[in-house]
């Protein structure tokens, strides 16, 4: 079923070339250069060392609250240099990502992304690991330098991009990014690749949060008919049941559109204030393009 379930084959074939490898400015690739452009996917790279005395001039940002509450007197928190660092990817494969108009559906696209990156993380020497989103829960990867754990998790994704999947225990998005805060340490490279189509005010908080650890870039995937439904459409079916678009009202075909769109500025906004890089990506591109392009929002680290 070509552009929508995806082979494990097919993933590893999503393997970059050498050249593209490693995250990490400090880590064992001796250069971030992909192409003619620095990385977009850099991090901090620094594992917390001890605390001091706050001083004027120190990032607000490393702060530690729980020392400066204990004491009274507000600490910054010091940090050393890693040689390498976890790459930690959470990959949305629930219900709605098993959709598609142009080309592949999400999931398809998602699940190659993620294939991309896991490689480029293994081959310059990070541990990768990562989170599925499925339609049954959630599936947990620790973050290990072997290529058998990157075939592991590959192999699962595959899996898991089955469109006969019945949906039976799907977790909120802002579950899952709280539980892959619970795993990222300081200097993490966090990837969410996700439609956000549940963005909410309890997702928003949970990225907050991760940002505040892990170096976030957020992959958003999209069809064109979440960001619009034509007023004049055919049908469209999950596989069991069909809707007429044509029978839509125009007011709701605008609500439909309205709410897109304020879910699209909340995401862009939450990313630029806490330094997170944003890429959007629709079903019909070239996922390659996710080691190239310039993010759309991106705050300076």
């Known amino acids: 079923m070509q552009g929508i379930s995806i082979s494990l084959p097919e993933l590893v074939r999503a393997r970059p070339p050498r050249g593209l490898t490693g995250f990490a400015p400090s880590g064992r690739v001796s250069t971030h250069q992909w192409g003619a452009n620095r990385s977009i996917f850099r ?3 620094m594992e917390f060392a001890e605390s001091r005395a706050y001083q004027p001039g120190d990032d607000v940002k490393s702060i530690d609250w729980r020392v400066t509450a204990r004491t009274g007197h507000a600490h910054t928190k010091l940090f050393q240099e890693e040689r390498e660092r976890p790459v930690h990817i959470l990959l949305d494969l629930r219900a709605m990502m098993q959709f598609g108009t142009r080309v592949r559906f999400k999931s398809n696209l998602a699940a190659e992304i993620a294939a991309m990156l896991a490689w480029v993380g293994h081959d310059g020497g990070d541990r990768v690991g990562g989170l599925v989103l499925t339609r049954d829960g959630v599936m947990d990867f620790r973050a290990e330098r072997t290529r058998r754990a990157v075939l592991r998790f590959l192999e699962k994704i595959a899996e898991q ?3 006969e999947i019945a949906p039976q225990a799907e977790v909120t998005l802002a579950k899952g990014i ?6 990222c340490r300081p200097g993490t490279l966090a990837f969410v690749i996700s439609d956000f189509n549940d963005f909410d005010d309890s997702a928003a908080k949970e990225l907050r949060r991760l940002s505040n650890t892990a170096h976030v870039t957020n992959i958003q995937i999209s069809d064109p008919l979440d960001v619009a439904l034509p007023p004049n459409g055919g049908r469209i079916s999950d596989g069991h049941t069909a809707t007429s678009l044509s029978s839509i009202g125009k007011g709701d075909l605008q609500a ?3 709410h897109y769109a304020a879910r699209q500025a909340r995401l862009s906004q939450v990313s630029r204030q806490n330094a997170m890089a944003l890429h959007h990506l629709q079903t019909s591109d070239d996922p390659a393009q996710i080691l190239y392009q310039t993010p759309q929002n991106r705050s300076a680290a």
């Open 256 to 258: 439909y559109a309205d």
């Open 178 to 183: 709280r539980r892959l805060r619970r795993v």
């Open 161 to 163: 991009t089955d469109p």
């Open 43 to 45: 991090g901090r790279g």
